[in-house]
């Protein structure tokens, strides 16, 4: 059944995070922090992985040499003018303060609200932005199976359960964003077959992968790159190298 990546997917991060939260009472501020940041270590090395794909051949022989840094640039500077004309960052920041608020109880206010937010916003982008999630969705909704969105099921399983034992609750509420996002991938797949070159895909992955480098900063507290406002940029990036693929 096509969408079943996506329900899986959803499963393992409550899962996840409903263990975390059982384990986050027992665990010192010290271990939760140290937590986080190993996160985010890990999240800058899978986002420079994903790097690796600038030098892919399909993408490579679309643009030329030295054409797929530009891309992913021009990708990320018009994704980002956008995103912020359009306050993505701040709406999905909304979006997490109004789930903790209708799902927080008690905890409404103050330091309890920032961190279901931050566990939010934190947790989408991880789970949202890479090339599992891109091609795990595009492959299932192209009927080729789930194999990939099941290996990403038991990542991010694993991952909200060490989010969620330092962030809470709002962890669990990123399950709503990857089911948007993912089944909105899914469906794109369903509807366009086996249309889409492997160079669009490539240039998505590399494009992700500076993303995903954003939020591991976000992670280790270094900057709190707006990786929000340069969603945009994931879809700017195959725009751009189909154009060029066109001329070429």
Avoid: H
Wanted: net charge neutral.
């Amino acid at each position: 059944m096509r969408g079943a990546g996506t329900l899986l997917n959803m499963a393992a991060i409550l899962v996840g995070s409903g263990i975390g939260v059982a384990l986050r009472g027992r665990l010192p501020e010290r271990t939760r922090s140290t937590v986080t940041d190993a996160l985010g270590l890990v999240t800058l090395v899978i986002g420079g992985l994903n790097l690796a794909a600038l030098a892919d051949v399909d993408f490579v022989a679309a643009v030329g040499n030295g054409g797929t840094l530009l891309v992913v640039l021009g990708a990320l500077l018009v994704g980002g003018i956008t995103g912020s004309l359009l306050r993505l960052e701040d709406r999905l920041e909304s979006t997490g303060a109004w789930l903790q608020q209708r799902l927080g109880g008690k905890g409404s206010g103050g330091e309890a609200r920032a961190r279901f937010v931050e566990g939010y916003v934190s947790a989408s982008l991880v789970f949202v932005i890479g090339p599992l999630a891109v091609l795990g969705s595009l492959s299932d909704g192209l009927g080729r199976g789930i194999d990939e969105l099941a290996l990403k099921s038991v990542l991010d399983g694993f991952a909200s359960l060490a989010f969620a034992a330092s962030l809470g609750w709002g962890v669990a509420a990123s399950a709503l964003s990857v089911g948007v996002v993912q089944g909105a991938l899914t469906l794109l797949g369903a509807l366009l077959g086996d249309l889409l070159p492997p160079a669009l895909v490539a240039s998505i992955t590399a494009t992700g992968g500076v993303l995903l480098l954003g939020v591991g900063l976000r992670l280790l507290a270094v900057k709190l790159v707006p990786v929000g406002d340069l969603l945009p940029a994931l879809v700017v990036a195959p725009v751009l190298t189909g154009a060029l693929l066109a001329v070429w």
